[in-house]
């Protein structure tokens, strides 16, 4: 690298620019990553020693058109040096941001992926809720189905019982009045035998009267033809006493029909 005494002496372009490309400083380095537009004169002043370069000893004694092209490769020098270093960072900043949004798309691509897993899986959830909402009232409708087949059953049994009881109270009662029956019929048969009796005594008692008077009537005729003198008629009393034998008969026939 050529010494200040011996820099007006380098005639090489290249070796002039690589010299003074050496000599560049960054500062401001905050300024330089600013997201906010810079011109260009602005961050060659701020952001590198730009004016401290001008002032070098060697370049002040440069006279001419040489101080001109020495000046002209010291602005080119920290201009582009420092829009360099800013494209650089702004490149590596959008690498990383680049970077962060491929990370932030893909998060969201399995952000959606979850969410499409979790809205599935809802949804088959709510259908699962739905399907077992449905068997839970299959199964209450077929429990209160079984329910009423039960009662039914019950009530049917509960009928059969009572038919049962009332066939048996039937039955019963039947049979009682058959039994009456029979002893109505009896009863009737000696009511019947007994008023039979009493009509004939009554026939008999008629016929044993009227056959008195025939017989006192023929015997007060008689007694007037021998010239017996007439006979009183006997009191009621009398005739009680005397009896024909058949009113007598039918006394004793009287006796045991009262007795029955």
């Known amino acids: 690298m050529p010494t200040p005494q011996s820099v ?6 290249k070796e002039l620019f690589d010299y003074w490309y050496h000599k560049v400083i960054f500062r401001n380095h905050d300024l330089i990553e600013s997201d906010n537009h810079l011109p260009a004169y602005e961050i060659r002043h701020e952001c590198t ?26 602005k080119y020098q920290c201009t582009s040096k420092v829009l360099q270093r800013r494209a650089s ?32 899986l809802l949804f088959s959830k709510d259908i699962e809720i739905k399907q077992l909402t449905a068997q839970i009232a299959l199964l209450e409708a077929e429990k209160e189905v079984l329910q009423a087949e039960s009662d039914q059953s019950s009530a049917y049994a509960e009928l059969l019982k009572e038919v049962e009881t009332l066939r048996k ?7 009682r009045r058959e039994e009456l029956g029979k002893n109505n019929q009896s009863l009737g048969g000696r009511v ?31 007694n007037q033809l021998k010239g017996v003198p007439l006979r009183s ?3 009621k009393s009398q005739r009680r006493l005397k009896k024909s034998p058949l009113a007598t008969s039918e006394l004793e026939r009287d006796n045991p029909a009262n007795g029955q």
């Open 169 to 175: 109270k039937f039955e019963k009662e039947k049979k």
């Open 89 to 120: 960072y702004f490149r590596q900043k959008s690498v990383e941001i680049r970077h962060e949004l491929d990370q932030l798309n893909h998060q969201n691509q399995e952000n959606k992926n979850w969410i499409e897993q979790l809205r599935r």
């Open 233 to 235: 008629e006997p009191n």
């Open 192 to 222: 019947a035998h007994t008023e039979r009796y009493k009509r004939e005594r009554n026939e008999a008692r008629e016929q044993v009267t009227k056959l008195e008077q025939i017989n006192r009537t023929l015997q007060n005729e008689l």
């Open 8 to 13: 007006s002496n380098i005639q090489s372009t």
């Open 49 to 74: 020693n730009y004016d401290t370069l001008l002032k070098l000893p060697e370049v002040e004694t440069l006279t001419g058109l040489e101080r001109d092209r020495v000046y002209a490769i010291i």
